[in-house]
T-cell receptor, first 116, second 114 residues
């Protein structure tokens, strides 16, 4: 069965500093990988996804992520964070069978705190 | 505007009662999903449906039931058999059935058992 690990439960970053959120996955086939962001009490918004091709993926709000198959990782990065980036971030892998998409498996999330 | 609506936003239930959470989408998406979110646990898949009148259990289906009578609707019933139903419930949908398709999420329903 597939799994996703986000090693950091909380991360605190100063405004304007760079950010890297870690994600490791376990999946037997070529993974489809996603990063979502959630503001308190809200639904999730897709930041970016990887399913093939270039291993460096660009997303919305200035985020990017790099897929490294050898390390089973899909880390999220941003060169300079803004106070509005404070939120919960989830990494996910898509499970799929011959019948189609079977849903996402999520990591437990990383809570990002921005210091002024 | 196209999107996913969930109602109600907050729901309170007495122990032993069944309750149904609504999820509607006007995106003409094929597949729909229900997830449960608990603090520090991420999201876990309850049920999903790839086509009308068909659905599959996810990782934590016990104590829940669903129906998919219309393409745009996927209600979730939390039954009295669910031992710990207090949680935040999120509905999602996706166009097509390819695993790389983005899932769009609704705003969620927070269920509290009194």
């Amino acid at each position: 069965a597939q799994s996703v690990t986000q090693p950091d439960i909380h991360i605190t970053v100063s405004e304007g500093a760079s950010l890297e959120l870690r994600c490791n996955y376990s999946y037997g086939a070529t993974p489809y990988l996603f990063w979502y962001v959630q503001s308190p009490g809200q639904g999730l918004q897709l930041l970016l996804k990887y399913f093939s091709g270039d291993t460096l993926v660009q997303g919305i709000k200035g985020f990017e992520a790099e897929f490294k198959r050898s390390q089973s990782s899909f880390n999220l990065r941003k060169p300079s964070v803004h106070w509005s980036d404070a939120a919960e971030y989830f990494c996910a892998v898509a499970a799929y069978s011959g019948g189609g998409a079977d849903g996402l498996t999520f990591g437990k999330g990383t809570h990002l705190i921005i210091q002024p | 505007d196209g999107g996913i609506t969930q109602s109600p936003k907050y729901l309170f239930r007495k122990e032993g009662q069944n309750v149904t959470l609504s999820c509607e989408q006007n995106l003409n998406h094929d597949a729909m999903y229900w997830y449960r979110q608990d603090p520090g646990q991420g999201l876990r898949l309850i049920y999903y449906s790839q086509i009308v009148n068909d659905f599959q259990k996810g990782d934590i289906a016990e104590g829940y039931s669903v129906s998919r009578e219309k393409k745009e609707s996927f209600p979730l019933t939390v039954t009295s058999a669910q031992k710990n139903p207090t949680a935040f419930y999120l509905c999602a949908s996706t166009l097509g059935l390819a695993g790389y398709n983005e899932q769009f999420f609704g705003p969620g329903t927070r269920l509290t058992v009194l």
